[in-house]
Structures are given as C-alpha cells and as structure tokens.
C-alpha cells in the first residue's frame, strides 16, 4: 500500500529526473506508483513484463517513467501522443492491462491551487480518489514487443534502413514513413 513517505521519495527521484518538481511530475508520480500498485509491482526496481503507454508527453511522462523504470530504448515505454493525461499498464505475461487517468484533468473548472499545495493534496490524497481505472484490453505485434529488431526493410527512396515492421509497401517496395508521409525535417543542399 503506497504512503506518504514513498510518494516523497518516489517525487523527489521524478523531480531529479525531469529537473524540477512541477505539477506535472507531482501527478505522474503519484498516478505511476498508483498503476504499479495495481499492477502488483514493487517500485525502484525495473520490470522485464511491463510495458506503459503514455499518452502524453508533457511533465507527467517523466514521472511514469522514472517511477516504472519502463524507457523508449528497451521498448517498454511506448509514446501515444493522445494529448491525455493516461497511462495504461500492461502486463505482458499475465495479458492484464489497466488505463489509469487523471480525473482533475479531465474536469472543466480548474481550482486554484498553487504547485505546492497540490503536491499536498497528492501526498496526503488517496488514489483511488485522483484518478479513474479501467480495465483494457491491449494487442501487440510482435513487432511492438521488446527485444532485438523482429523485421529490417530498406526504404526503396532514402535507401535507409527501417527497423520493426515501421515501413509501408508502396507498388511492392518498401518506403519509409517520412519518404511515404513527408518528414518534420527538410534536407538543406548546399
């Protein structure tokens, strides 16, 4: 059962993390250690059979990560780009998932409370009464799943390497998302 005193330790290692302590690690902090204990999970130690799903990437997603110790490098923190302040827990080897959200995000009038006085709340709040839990059902590929690539193709455009099944089939050639789609950067010739 998450305390006061693992929520401090828990915020203050978010904090180091991300370089501040803001609302937003506040409330990830507590939503991630929330999730983990729903999960069944002990903190401060790395979980080869969860993965996250964030589906933000403000504040609150260094928070998650730095309490689930899930990252983007051992494909165990996957990035949604929703917009929401969600998390989903997934437990590869059980199939159990749940989505956990903040439920004062998602009211429309906001209190006016400052950083520190919301961290209060959060320490000394119970869970169960910040955030909603659902439970979802999640399907992977293999190709999602962690480990070593699981398929390679070569970009028939660029000629770069694409790893993950990441590519798309264009007139039975391989072509990268960013040749298929248009890229966020353009090639300056000099």
Not at 6 to 35: P, R
Not at 84 to 96: C, L, Q, S
Request: charged share 30%; aromatic share 8%.
């Amino acid at each position: 059962m998450m305390n006061e005193k693992d929520y401090e330790e828990q915020l203050k290692m978010a904090g180091e993390f991300h370089g501040e302590i803001c609302g937003g690690i506040a409330i990830g902090t507590k939503l991630a250690m929330y999730g983990m204990e729903l999960m069944g999970m002990e903190l401060n130690q790395r979980h080869k059979n969860l993965i996250v799903f964030l589906e933000i990437d403000r504040c609150m997603a260094d928070a998650v990560q730095s309490v689930t110790k899930c990252s983007m490098g051992k494909r165990s923190l996957k990035q949604m780009y929703y917009g929401k302040f969600a998390v989903t827990f997934y437990n590869m080897d059980t199939g159990e998932a749940i989505r956990v959200s903040d439920a004062d995000a998602n009211k429309k009038e906001k209190s006016k409370e400052t950083r520190d006085e919301m961290i209060e709340r959060f320490k000394k709040t119970p869970a169960e009464e910040l955030f909603n839990v659902e439970k979802v059902k999640v399907q992977l590929k293999e190709s999602q799943m962690p480990g070593k690539p699981h398929t390679t193709a070569w970009c028939s455009v660029c000629g770069e390497k694409v790893t993950d099944g990441r590519h798309l089939v264009r007139g039975g050639k391989p072509i990268c998302i960013s040749c298929a789609e248009g890229s966020y950067y353009e090639l300056i010739e000099e």
